[in-house]
């Protein structure tokens, strides 16, 4: 195998076991490595390099409280250490969704590489709960939100059940022609 990299066996195991995570422990995320996920964010690409997002990171955890309350859903991300709530533009909805997917699980990633667990989580109608807590305009667009924390003992046991659940590659990959 060509390893130009040196290490892309453990690149491509990182990538190969992102996993969503539901369940945080208490340590707190350092302000560095909250920054690093941010950085990572903001480099993403975007259609016609737009960057048509805008982030609310949200640290207190009564703030996180009191959206999954108001929101009557998501309760692992009150349990987070921290979320970065993605504020789309909302100019163009299509392109803007495929940017937006593209950008959390980005993140994700940069969190993983620091150890630290995320879990990706959607807002029912347009986040209104939420718009109205932390202050978003009207005019933008507010889907996801990413919960972070390093994970608990619990979440990383669950791990390799969800790995062997995964179809071959000889159900997914067509040669050629379908």
């Known amino acids: 195998m060509d390893d130009r990299n040196g290490n892309a066996r453990s690149k491509i195991a990182m990538l190969r076991g992102l996993r969503q995570v539901r369940q945080f422990g208490?340590?707190?995320?350092?302000?560095?490595?909250?920054?690093?996920?941010?950085?990572?964010?903001?480099?993403?690409?975007?259609?016609?390099?737009?960057?048509?997002?805008e982030f609310v990171l949200i640290r207190n955890r009564?703030?996180?409280?009191?959206?999954?309350?108001?929101?009557?859903?998501?309760?692992?991300?009150a349990g987070a250490d921290f979320a970065i709530l993605v504020v789309m533009a909302g100019d163009?909805?299509?392109?803007?969704?495929?940017?937006?997917?593209?950008l959390t699980e980005r993140m994700m990633l940069a969190g993983a590489a620091h150890g630290v667990g995320a879990g990706i989580?959607?807002?029912?109608?347009?986040?209104?709960?939420?718009?109205?807590?932390l202050g978003i305009p009207q005019e933008r667009q507010v889907r996801t939100a990413v919960a972070f924390g390093y994970p608990s003992e619990g979440a990383a046991s669950g791990r390799p059940k969800v790995a062997d659940a995964r179809k071959p590659l000889t159900q997914l990959v067509h040669e050629e022609k379908y």
């Open 26 to 53: 208490s340590e707190r995320v350092s302000q560095e490595v909250i920054d690093d996920i941010l950085e990572v964010a903001r480099w993403t690409g975007s259609g016609m390099n737009k960057q048509p997002w």
């Open 62 to 77: 009564e703030t996180l409280q009191e959206i999954v309350q108001a929101e009557n859903s998501g309760s692992y991300l």
């Open 92 to 102: 163009n909805k299509e392109i803007e969704s495929f940017d937006e997917a593209r």
């Open 121 to 133: 989580w959607w807002f029912k109608d347009g986040g209104a709960a939420a718009r109205r807590i």
